[in-house]
């Protein structure tokens, strides 16, 4: 099985993306309007777009746009899992309960795991939060730490005519 776009290392990721630069309005002055340090991703195989421009240096929006990329990726893609709970999540969980910080690097593949056994189990948290070994509680406040993420899941909820998750 291939792994998860948002699981990927950084030099694989950005081999598939086309990186352009540009320049960006706002405050900033004379900096902002001579130097193109906005940069913008554009991941070839699912056509998803990130972008960032905030930073003074382009390697950080480099930095900041990769991230943004992998949330994307982690709440448009699914995938297939060979294992689950995969080693990234057995290590991050503790008695039943994810250990993640929503700024941390790992972030964006629990994410995108969490999301993967969710789909595979009709959007439901039980069987989900059974199958990776924490809590529903826990599950949903995993993907309530990535608000678009959690408006997502109760998007394919109400497809599937369940009730919303609060």
Do not use: Y
């Amino acid at each position: 099985m291939t792994p998860h776009p948002a699981d990927l290392d950084e030099r694989d990721l950005l081999a598939q993306c086309r990186m352009t630069r540009g320049r960006t309005s706002g405050p900033g002055g004379q900096h902002r309007n001579k130097v193109e340090t906005a940069i913008t991703l554009h991941h070839e195989p699912t056509g998803l777009r990130a972008q960032a421009g905030e930073r003074r240096k382009a390697e950080d929006n480099k930095r900041v746009a990769l991230t943004r990329l992998r949330l994307l990726l982690a709440m448009q893609e699914r995938s297939e899992r060979s294992e689950i709970p995969s080693p990234l999540w057995t290590s991050r969980s503790r008695g039943g309960k994810m250990s993640i910080n929503p700024k941390h690097a790992d972030f964006p593949s629990i994410l995108a795991e969490a999301l993967d056994v969710l789909a595979a189990h009709g959007w439901e948290p039980r069987p989900a939060a059974e199958l990776l070994g924490v809590s529903s509680s826990q599950l949903v406040k995993l993907v309530k730490l990535h608000p678009a993420a959690f408006t997502a899941w109760n998007q394919r909820r109400a497809e599937a005519g369940l009730r919303p998750l609060r």
